[in-house]
């Protein structure tokens, strides 16, 4: 069995592991290093010589002395067994691994090409990693690549100068550590002895990876490497805002496609002076774009009845229908790829790096047609996804980046230019179905007598089964619908999910799991800890990498006493799997329960100019592939991981309900008051994530009776959002009640405003009756902008009404009259007049912050009535 493609990508995927091992160990030249005599040895056969004389890219060393540490472990992987360290082969895995730098055969220098293409330029400049200098501004001395962190990648957007960085620490969504703090002085960067204990956990853990098969071992491998090397800058000369991880998983992936596209086109290639180059025109690499379309209406348009119970389902299912259909694509025969392949995946969409050969070609054209119609038999048309590409090479000429599109050649315009194919995609519908199906599709639908609407689609059906047996009045749904549910109510116990794409489902998987969800010919199972870790867990028998993949939701602890034989291992964020519960922790909250007897939130948010900031946003000598991965990675590590934290707090955990978070949206529900609280929360949190004021998220929340069309709710919090958006050229606002404030400065002078009139009329005296003069006149002032905008177009039929002025001076004056010996009230008071209110804009916000003590006092009237009742 030939395995020289699984040695290229696993030598790419550990090509630069050295630098990780390097920062943590002693220099070259001090003896107390963990270097053997052989590391030692070979150096001169490793590493190019730089400027000085002396070896340059020395973690090409400890990338060879990491292997032959851990050469015991790799030697137990079947397929393995004899490339590992078998010197009298040129290629074996240490030498791929460790010559990227100095190459001597063409499997090397294609690594090599790989590396530079991850990076997006051919980095050759020699590089004496004990170098002194400067950077960003600091003098870090001796040893500067152990002490320069790694830097946001939200510095530099739009050609910012920020210095916000990450520490040292392994990947989770903990609250402490996981955000950027301002690097002021060397002091606050790294140093050898935080990199010596973040190594020591991973070699730890990197010895208790599964080795039965290689696919086990190398998918595993990449949850290891995102846990550990997503806080390590992998260059700190020119990409120290580029994770470790990015560039080590992009490198991989760009090192399998090269092989796969040379073993096929082995003249499109020329190996000379120890360097590997493409012929002009030859483009062996394609960005493939995936976009599930129709993902709002499926989730939001629904019946209301029952739809707490399966929107959480929904979600979920759509991010199960995403990995599944990724899992199809690189597990096809024709393709088989890895999630290293994957550069983005997250709210609906993903991007992955494949080979541009015929067989690839074919077969995603294929499994696009097969999706269309698996998703049109589950779906009737509610889901579309629509899958395109765009070859690109880069230029061993002048390096540019080389696709077909007029203008610019950035990866930013390779981005834009197959989100227009997408595009595209979503304007020809159904296009096989039609050529196939066009029968079935306009002929007559028969529906029997005893066809059922479902009650959470509308759909009539013959499928159609009662929700809940139990119930005495019946509410019948599809059976995807009762799956969904189902879905949505083990979430809030599931601590794993496992994935099996065998042909058949998996029996024990079935018969034993707490819910089992299929997509698009994947089986999806939910497990708690305890099914899985038991010694005597039915689990240990399972017996295919090739169909089991295990992750753990929202814990990167994912290596912990599992038993399971032959898997891959690993972890995923999700946005909103555990959800409020009810008192007794037996169920999920209704939205009755939610509103608590007010109102139900409905709250939408998304980041401001994201694709913006994707196309254009990145300067052009930081683009690169790893550069986008990292990117990608950070957005959907907040969205989907992160804000479970927020809402995991106290003050959220039993009121606040998230729907769906990944990519860049929010969407979730809970009782009003804290919903606010809660959006306000993730202001802040993503303010601090990413460093800066310019990078913003804006929202909307809708206010509802708890019986409300949850489908029509949405859609007017998604109005509220549009709303908010428009409301200033930077965005970065927030829509609330039917009117949109600034997040700097108008949110907080409102809500100042609010607990003002809250404090002073709950425990100061101050008469509730200001509440809706003030809101009285606001509505004056508004009404006279109109008034204005028609004057402005030369109709003068209506004169502004400025009676609101004195109306207001008159009542203020009159009622501090009344409260002279009040000095808190008349104060407050005094203040309106003479400050607050001198301007018309500040009537639109102090009438915002009335509306909202309206609604939080009537609350503490009702709280305070029903104890006065159980008293």
């Known amino acids: 069995m030939d395995t020289t493609r699984e040695k290229v990508y696993l030598a790419a995927l550990l090509h630069d592991i050295g630098k ?15 270097l053997s005599s052989l590391s030692r040895k070979i150096a001169d056969l490793l590493c190019p010589l730089n400027e000085n004389g002396g070896f340059g890219y020395q973690h090409t060393v400890w990338t060879h002395q990491f292997l032959q540490d851990n050469e015991q472990v790799m030697k137990k992987i079947p397929d393995l067994v004899d490339n590992v360290f078998d010197n009298g082969k040129e290629d074996s895995i240490f030498q791929l691994a460790s010559y990227h730098h100095k190459p001597s055969t063409e499997l090397q220098a294609l690594i090599s090409m790989a590396d530079w293409w991850s990076a997006g330029i051919d980095r050759r400049e020699n590089n004496l990693e004990e170098e002194n200098g400067k950077a960003n501004g600091i003098t870090w001395g001796n040893q500067r690549y152990k002490k320069i962190p790694l830097y946001s990648v939200f510095n530099k957007i739009f050609n910012a100068n920020h210095h916000f960085a990450f520490g040292l620490k392994s990947l989770s969504i903990d609250e402490n550590g996981f955000f950027p703090t301002d690097i002021t002085k060397a002091e606050d960067g790294n140093d050898e002895s935080k990199y010596a204990l973040l190594w020591q956990n991973f070699e730890d853990e990197f010895k208790k990876l599964p080795t039965d098969t290689f696919n086990g071992f190398a998918e595993s491998l990449i949850s290891l490497l995102k846990k550990y090397t997503w806080c390590i800058p992998s ?17 991989a992936a760009f090192a399998d496609c090269l092989y796969v596209y040379k073993t096929e086109n082995p003249n499109d290639f020329t190996f000379d002076n120890k360097r590997l180059s493409l012929k002009e025109g030859i483009k062996p690499v394609i960005l493939l774009g995936g976009d599930l379309s129709g993902i709002q209406k499926f989730i939001y348009n629904i019946a209301s009845r029952k739809a707490a119970v399966s929107l959480k389902g929904r979600s979920f299912y759509l991010q199960l229908l995403i990995d599944s259909v990724i899992q199809r694509i690189i597990s096809h025969p024709d393709i088989q790829a890895t999630l290293a392949h994957v550069v983005y995946s997250s709210g609906g969409k993903f991007y992955m790096i494949l080979p541009n050969t015929e067989k690839v070609l074919s077969a995603i054209q294929s499994l696009k047609n097969e999706f269309e119609e698996e998703l049109w038999e589950k779906h009737h048309g509610q889901l579309i996804l629509n899958l395109d590409y765009v070859p690109f090479a880069y230029s061993t000429q002048n390096k540019d980046l080389l696709f077909d599109s007029a203008g610019e050649k950035s990866i930013g315009k390779l981005w834009q230019t197959l989100a227009e194919k997408l595009t595209t995609q979503k304007n020809q519908k159904f296009k096989s179905l039609l050529t196939n199906k066009y029968d079935e599709l306009f002929g007559v639908q028969k529906v029997s007598e005893k066809a059922k609407v479902c009650a959470v689609t509308g759909i009539e059906s013959d499928e159609c089964k009662p929700i809940d047996s139990k119930e005495a009045e019946k509410t ?29 489902e998996n029996k024990y998987l079935t018969n034993r799991s707490k819910c089992h969800m299929s997509c698009v010919g994947v089986s999806n199972y939910l497990f708690d800890q305890k099914e899985l870790i038991d010694e005597d867990a039915d689990f240990r028998k399972i017996t295919s990498a090739d169909v089991c993949r295990v992750k753990r939701i929202n814990e990167t602890g994912f290596l912990v006493s599992l038993k399971g034989k032959g898997c891959g291992y690993g972890f995923q964020f999700y946005g909103g799997n555990k959800q409020a519960q009810t008192v007794d ?34 300067p052009e000598e930081d683009k690169s592939f790893s550069a986008y991965s990292t990117l990608s990675f950070m957005l959907d590590y907040f969205f989907s991981g992160f804000l479970n934290t927020i809402r995991e707090k106290d ?13 860049d949206d929010v969407f979730a529900v809970g009782k009003w008051d804290k919903l606010i609280d809660f959006a306000e929360a993730i202001r802040e949190n993503f303010k601090k994530f990413v460093g800066r004021d310019d ?4 929202g909307g929340i809708a206010m509802v ?45 409102v809500k100042s405003c609010k607990k003002q009139f809250v404090s002073l009329i709950d425990k100061c005296g101050l008469s509730r009756g200001i509440l809706h003069k003030i809101m009285t006149y606001a509505a004056m002032v508004k009404e006279n902008q109109i008034i204005e905008e028609e004057n402005k177009n030369g109709n003068y039929k209506r004169k502004p009404d400025m009676s609101y002025l004195w109306h207001t001076a008159y009542y203020l004056t009159r009622f501090m009259g009344k409260e002279k010996d009040n000095k808190v009230v008349y104060d407050f008071c005094k203040d309106l007049r003479d400050k607050q209110l001198v301007k018309p804009d500040n009537y639109r916000l102090v009438s915002l912050a009335a509306r909202w003590a309206e609604l939080e006092l009537r609350e503490i009237k009702d709280k305070e009535s029903i104890n006065d009742k159980n008293e």
């Open 20 to 34: 990780f091992y390097q920062r943590a160990d002693k220099l070259f030249s001090d003896d107390r290093n963990r």
């Open 476 to 504: 019948y749904v599809l059976p995807i619908v009762k799956e969904q549910s189902e879905l949505g109510n083990t979430l809030k116990d599931a601590d794993f999910v496992i994935t099996y794409t065998g042909n058949d």
């Open 705 to 749: 009776r708890d019986k409300f069309p949850i489908a029509k709710a949405a859609e007017l919090a998604g109005d509220a959002e549009d709303a908010a958006k428009k409301y200033r050229k930077e965005k970065n606002a927030f829509n609330m009640f039917g009117e949109s404030v600034t997040w700097d400065g108008e949110f907080d002078y």
């Open 235 to 251: 260059n700190t000369t020119d990409m120290s805002n580029v994770s470790l991880f990015d560039h080590l998983k992009t490198t």
């Open 695 to 698: 990078i913003s998220i804006s």
């Open 585 to 618: 922790k037996e169920k999920n909250k209704t939205f009755e329960e939610l509103a608590d007897g007010t109102y139900l939130g409905v709250l939408r948010m998304d980041v401001d100019n994201l694709g913006s900031i994707f196309i254009k946003g990145l």
């Open 651 to 663: 003050e959220f955990k039993n009121d606040v309900n998230i729907l769906y978070s990944g990519g």
